[in-house]
Each structure stands twice: as C-alpha cells, then as structure tokens.
T-cell receptor, first 116, second 110 residues
C-alpha cells in the first residue's frame, strides 16, 4: 500500500507570494490533517478534512487555508507569505472507524518551505 | 498551560538500559493517546497507540496510561542506538484534534 505522498518536497518563495502544497493520502483513508513543524514551536495543528469538509482548525491566521477533493486528496494554501512561515509542512492521513477518525496519523515526508 | 507537555530532554541512556519518556495532558476528556518516533530529517512515525488505563506492550515498547492523573508514558527496554530519535506524545482531545507535545530527544549511548 502506498504511503502518504506530498508535493513538492522543497520550495523557496519570497515574502508576499503564495504557495500551494499537495497531499495524497493512503488509499482508503478519508481524513487528512496538516501540521506545521518548526524547531521553536514543534508540531502545530493546522486543520483536518474529512469528506471534503473542514472538521477542525488550529490557531493559524486566515492566510492558511485548505481543501479536500472527492478523491480525498488535499491541498493547503498559504497566501501573502511571511518569513515566519518557513517550516516543514506535514500532511497526515488517518483511517476512520465508527464515524470518527481513529486519531492514528500516517505522515508524508513533508514539504519544506523557505520564505526569503 | 500547554495542552500536551513532555519531560524536557535530551535524555541519554546507555545501550541495554530502560528509557522512560513521560507526557501529561490538560484535556481531561481525551480518550486516545499516541507515541511517535521522529528521526532527524524524517517525518514522525506512529509506534504505539493506547486507549485504556494500564499498560500496553509491543515488543520492547510499553505504553502506560493513567487518565486520572492525565499521564502517559513510554518505556523502551533494552535500548539500542537505533532508538536514538525524538519521541513525540500525541493526544486526541475531546474536540477531536490530535495535539502533539514538544518531543523528547533520546540518545542511546553504545
């Protein structure tokens, strides 16, 4: 079974630009979550999607947005990039059981964003 | 108070010893708890899930949960140099978010 696939793996942007990151979950997993990881803040929850609906959102500004498609693939977008947005963005998929995510997360390799 | 806290590291243990990693959480309604291992430059990997009070063993790993004390721990027996990594405690809160602790860096010295 293929794992979680994230693209692109690395990207460099300048302040003010926007970026879109893509995530393909494990086949059969309908929940996709996004996290931001930085050395200072650790793993911070961005949002979770299930069946094309955002189920939960973390404490990030509105510049951070996401969506999920009918095939469970997900994208996240960051607009008006700031230097502090430089981070590793991790996508994780999760199986559902009994109408809820099990909470077990299977991570992709991440997209490393550098903002200059 | 942070939602998930872990004992500060780094933690160094000799090869063959028991490594003990601790985690506390603030949301009393949390029901699901996880330990992840993250090697340097890699993404987190799920190693243990625990849902009920008590111990859960998987090979050299034992997870312990005490919901009354809001405490989760991970014991690694017969520690190996390959266990050197950052260990992340994660909690699925009552509002369904999976929140991670800051991680504890473990170094196993040969």
């Amino acid at each position: 079974k293929a794992g979680v696939t994230q693209t692109p793996r690395y990207l460099i942007k300048t302040r003010g630009q926007q970026v879109t990151l893509s995530c393909s979950p494990i086949s059969g997993h309908r929940s996709v979550s996004w996290y931001q990881q930085t050395p200072g803040q650790g793993l911070q929850f961005l949002f979770e999607y299930f069946s094309e609906t955002q189920r939960n959102k973390g404490n990030f500004p509105g510049r951070f947005s996401g969506r999920q498609f009918s095939n469970s693939r997900s994208e996240m977008n960051v607009s008006t990039l700031e230097l502090g947005d430089s981070a590793l963005y991790l996508c994780a998929s999760s199986p559902y059981s009994g109408g809820a995510s099990t909470g077990e997360l299977f991570f992709g390799e991440g997209s490393r964003l550098t903002v200059l | 108070q942070k939602e998930v806290e872990q004992n500060s590291g780094p933690l160094s243990v000799p090869e063959g010893a028991i490594a003990s990693l601790n985690c506390t959480y603030s949301d009393r309604g949390s029901q699901s708890f996880f330990w992840y291992r993250q090697y340097s430059g890699k993404s987190p990997e799920l190693i243990m899930s625990i849902y009920s009070n008590g111990d859960k063993e998987d090979g050299r790993f034992t997870a312990q949960l005490n919901k009354a004390s809001q405490y989760v721990s991970l014991l690694i027996r017969d520690s190996q140099p390959s266990d050197s990594a950052t260990y992340l405690c994660a909690v699925k809160t009552s509002y369904d978010k999976v929140i991670f602790g800051p991680g504890t860096s473990l170094s196993v010295i040969p």
